[in-house]
């Protein structure tokens, strides 16, 4: 899997190096507390009132595991503002030889900027990235409308042996 298996699914092309007029796609910062990161996720599900002090703890905590955790964005340089997300979760493993696997987290695109292909951007970004890193596989949760979407950017759902479950607290 690379950059050229998914040049299809973009028309017109875009890259992470070209995401669009305006546009650029980077690794989350500090500084993304001013830029509406917290209120992006809102639109993905609960996030609550976070004060900059605790975003920096968590931010700070994140950056302290190595290899870990990344977090990318999109910003709308023009307006400073970011208007997409999408964070890959690196997940160590005593299996398939000590290996590590990935996880597709909390992917979000502003309502306003639908039909930009940053969906997809993002999805191919992180998914790359985690087999750049030596994931031996990657994985996501998401709700029934979301299926067609990333079955199109190449997920499965291995039936019989991949169910998600949950408990909520
Ligand atoms: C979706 C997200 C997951 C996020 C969750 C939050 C993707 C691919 N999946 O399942 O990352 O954490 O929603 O929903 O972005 P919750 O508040 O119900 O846990």
């Not at 990161?37 to 905590?61: N, P, W």
Request: hydrophobic share 40%; charged share 25%.
């Amino acid at each position: 899997l690379d950059w050229a298996d998914y040049a299809d699914k973009f028309r017109p092309a875009i890259t992470a190096e070209q995401p669009g007029d305006g546009l650029l796609v980077r690794p989350l910062q500090k500084e993304d507390y001013d830029k509406g990161f917290l209120q992006l996720l809102g639109q993905l599900t609960e996030v609550g009132d976070i004060s900059r002090e605790d975003f920096l703890k968590r931010y700070e905590a994140m950056t302290a595991c190595p290899s870990t955790y990344y977090p990318v964005v999109v910003e709308d340089e023009v307006k400073g503002q970011v208007v997409g997300a999408a964070t890959l979760v690196i997940e160590q493993k005593f299996i398939h030889h000590c290996a590590v696997r990935g996880r597709l987290e909390d992917v979000v695109v502003s309502d306003d900027y639908r039909g930009k292909q940053l969906g997809k951007l993002l999805i191919a970004v992180i998914t790359l990235l985690a087999k750049r890193l030596h994931c031996y596989k990657i994985t996501l949760d998401c709700k029934d409308v979301m299926i067609p979407f990333y079955s199109k950017m190449g997920y499965t759902n291995e039936a019989g042996r991949a169910n998600y479950m949950t408990i909520r607290y």
